[in-house]
């Protein structure tokens, strides 16, 4: 990276678990239409993801086979689709530098290993959500 300063920040990881609410936390970039500005977005807070993952935790007891549904998951929700999309480019502007389109589940899979370790380690709080 060096002199290369990005605008937006690949991924802001959270490893917390919110008390009161209950509440796994994995926070990515995306962009807030209404707004138009870039926000900060927990992956949790999509109910099509919410409600798989209650079904995965009782259906998958082998971590593998969990991550393997967990990433299908992400993909289905979360891979290129204009919504869930940025674009990263270099400050201050360079003329060779080229933009990049990233989705939420490119952030995802920048760790994922420890992203699915997260999830699977805290299953008991998944149907809390």
């Known amino acids: ?9 690949l991924l ?10 209950i509440m796994l936390e994995w926070n990515v970039y995306c962009e807030d239409f209404n707004n138009e500005k870039i926000r900060v977005f927990n992956v949790f807070n999509h109910f099509g993801v919410r409600d798989d993952l209650k079904k995965f935790v009782k259906k998958y007891k082998i971590k593998e086979e969990f ?29 060779d530098f080229k933009d990049e389109k990233i989705d939420i589940y490119a952030q995802l ?3 994922w290993d420890r992203f699915c370790d997260y999830v699977w380690d805290n299953k ?6």
Do not use: A
């Open 1 to 9: 990276m060096g002199e290369l300063c990005l605008k937006v920040i």
């Open 12 to 21: 802001l990881v959270c490893f917390s678990v919110q008390r009161g609410d």
């Open 67 to 95: 991550c393997e549904h967990l990433k299908t998951t992400m993909m289905y929700y979360y891979w290129s689709k204009c919504e869930w999309e940025i674009i990263l480019t270099s400050f201050p502007e360079r003329q």
């Open 109 to 111: 899979t920048l760790n």
């Open 124 to 129: 008991s709080l998944i149907n809390k959500l």
